[in-house]
Every structure is written in C-alpha cells, then in structure tokens.
C-alpha cells in the first residue's frame, strides 16, 4: 500500500493516481536495486523511501516523460539514494573503528594497548595525521566537517584517517 506522505506532495487526483501507478510499477525494481548495493533489508527500504519522496517532490519534472525515461530517471534516483545511505554508513564505520576496543583485521585482538603506548605512537604521526585523527575520533566530526575545517575534501580526510590507522599499527607492532 501507497504511504499517504507521498501524496502529500501532490494537488490533483490525477496526479495522486498517477504517481500511486508509478509506486506500485516501481518498488520492488527500486528494492531490489537498492538491496544489491546496501545488502541490508532496513537500509534497502530507507533508499527507496528517500528516492520516493524525491520522485514525488520531482513529480512535476517527470510526469511528462516517456515510460523508458521515467524508468531510467528512478533507476538513477534509488541508484543515488542507495549510494548515499552506503557512504554515509561507511563514514559512521570509518569514524567508529579507532574508538573500538577490539582491534581490526591485523591480529591485533590478542595485544593490550595501553594508553602510553597509544599516546607515544600518535605524537609521532605526521602534523596533517594528528588533525585528522583529533578532529574524527576525538572530537568526533564527520569526514565532511573535519574536511571543512582543514580546508581539505572530504575524501582526503578519508584518505588521511585510513593512512593514520596504518602508520598507528604499524608504530604500535614496533613498541610492543
């Protein structure tokens, strides 16, 4: 069943009909495009939910499109849609795993680190590493913000987080 917030957005009946149509012709195509990019069933239904409701704030762009365009134009919506919660899952992930006590894939689980060692590898990271590692974990921005901060894309923070964590394992097997 259609939820009412969709057709929230429209004036007509015609167009609530329209777009019912088009939510029912659609769903599991959009579920099961989101689905293969996210892998997870509660994540899938968020991307189609987001691409909806952009359809349905779009719907006066699209409504007079052929049926192979409309087709094309959703496929690129719930595409995006499914992309973006993927991201904006693996930035949470990225910024979670240097807080976790539990070590990562290098067989670290077995090691107890302690505070001064964790400390003493860190000062020894490059300046533009440091501001990564602070600005992310400690004081727990986004890949985006600490970006803006730094003046620097939000890839290169990435990027930067991702090479700290290697330099810091690779310090850390030394001193221990």
């Known amino acids: 069943m259609l939820p009412i917030i969709y057709l929230s957005s429209f004036d007509t009946l015609e167009d ?45 762009k699209i409504s007079n499109l052929s049926c192979n365009e409309i087709e094309s134009y959703i496929v690129i919506i719930i595409r995006n ?29 077995d090691m107890i680190i302690t505070k001064e060692l964790l400390k003493a590898a860190v000062k020894q990271l490059p300046d533009k590493y440091k501001d990564v590692l602070f600005l992310c974990v400690y004081e727990q921005h986004s890949a985006k913000e600490t970006g803006k901060i730094l003046g620097i894309s939000e890839s290169d923070v990435r990027v930067r987080l991702h090479r700290a964590k290697t330099v810091l394992k690779k310090l850390m097997k030394e001193d221990v």
């Open 16 to 60: 609530k009909i329209k777009f019912e149509k088009l939510y029912i012709k659609y769903r599991k195509k959009m579920y099961g495009i989101a689905y293969s990019i996210l892998r997870n069933r509660e994540d899938a239904e968020d991307a189609v939910h987001n691409a909806f409701v952009r359809i349905a704030d779009n719907y006066s």
């Open 81 to 109: 849609s499914a992309i973006d919660i993927y991201r904006k899952n693996k930035r949470d992930n990225t910024s979670q795993e240097l807080t976790e006590n539990t070590s990562d894939r290098d067989n670290l689980s």
